[in-house]
Nanobody
Framework: QVQLVESGGGLAQPGGSLRLSCAASGTIFGIYYMGWYRRAPGKERELVATRTRDNTTNYGDFVKGRFIISRDNARNTVYLQMSSLRPEDTAVYYC????????????????WGQGTQVTVSS
C-alpha cells in the first residue's frame, strides 16, 4: 500500500506565503507524477499543479506565476510553494500521485492524500 502524507497547510494573510509538502511511502517502484488538487466549499475539484518524474510541469490557469511545484524524487516528496496568496485560494489541498506498485507492468495506481486546509484571510 501507499500513503501520501501532507503537511504545511494553515492560515495565511492575503499576499502571504505557505509551503505544502507531500511525502509518499510504501511499496513504490516508481512515481509517474505527483501534484496537488484543491477543492473549495461549493466548488469542483481543480488542478493546482503536477510534476512528472522527468520534471514536466502542469499548472492550473489561476496560478499565474504565484505557485511553484518542486519534487525530490529520491525522497518521493513533492512541494508546493505558494506566494501572493488570495482569499480565493482558500481550499482543502489534496496531494495526488500515480504510483507504480508492482513489477511486471508499467501500470500505475492513483493515490490521494487526506488533504490539508489552506485558509487565506485577514
Amino acid at each position: 500500500q501507499v500513503q501520501l502524507v501532507e503537511s504545511g497547510g494553515g492560515l495565511a494573510q492575503p499576499g502571504g506565503s505557505l509551503r505544502l509538502s507531500c511525502a509518499a511511502s510504501g511499496t513504490i517502484f516508481g512515481i509517474y507524477y505527483m501534484g496537488w488538487y484543491r477543492r473549495a466549499p461549493g466548488k469542483e475539484r481543480e488542478l493546482v499543479a503536477t510534476r512528472t518524474r522527468d520534471n514536466t510541469t502542469n499548472y492550473g490557469d489561476f496560478v499565474k506565476g504565484r505557485f511553484i511545484i518542486s519534487r525530490d524524487n529520491a525522497r518521493n516528496t513533492v512541494y508546493l510553494q505558494m506566494s501572493s496568496l488570495r482569499p480565493e485560494d482558500t481550499a482543502v489541498y489534496y496531494c495526488n500521485a500515480a504510483v507504480r506498485t508492482r513489477l511486471g507492468t508499467w501500470a500505475a495506481d492513483v493515490y490521494w492524500g487526506q488533504g490539508t486546509q489552506v485558509t487565506v484571510s485577514s
